[in-house]
C-alpha cells in the first residue's frame, strides 16, 4: 500500500483530480482518501480531499448542479447534483470542526 501512495495522488494545485469528474469519480476518490487515511493513520491523505472539497464548491450552480463539462469520464455534459459528496463534506465538515464543510454538506 505505502508504494502505491508513494506514486503521489493525482490532484492539480486548484485541487482538480486527473479525470476532472466532478459528477462521478471526484466523490470515489475522496472517499477512498479518507478510508485510507483512517486505516492507515495517513492524516496527510485528507490534504487532497480538503482542495478538491473547496473546489467543488466553486463548480456548483444555484440549483445544486455541478459543472461537469471539464470532465473527461462518464459524466461529461450531463446534469447531476453533487449528492454524492454530501458525506466526504460531512466527514470532513465533523473531522476539522469546519462549519463551511457543514453548510454544504446540509445544503
Do not use: K
Amino acid at each position: 500500500m505505502e508504494q502505491y501512495l508513494a506514486e503521489t495522488i493525482d490532484i492539480n494545485a486548484d485541487g482538480e483530480y486527473i479525470e476532472r469528474s466532478t459528477g462521478v469519480c471526484n466523490a470515489v476518490c475522496n472517499r477512498s482518501l479518507r478510508l485510507a487515511a483512517n486505516a492507515l493513520n495517513r492524516p496527510d491523505l485528507l490534504e487532497p480531499v480538503r482542495r478538491n472539497l473547496d473546489l467543488s464548491y466553486h463548480m456548483l450552480h444555484a440549483d445544486g448542479t455541478v459543472v461537469t463539462s471539464f470532465s473527461q469520464r462518464q459524466d461529461h455534459g450531463t446534469r447531476v447534483v453533487l449528492v454524492n459528496m454530501v458525506d466526504s463534506y460531512y466527514s470532513m465538515a465533523r473531522r476539522d470542526g469546519n462549519g463551511f464543510y457543514a453548510a454544504v454538506a446540509d445544503w
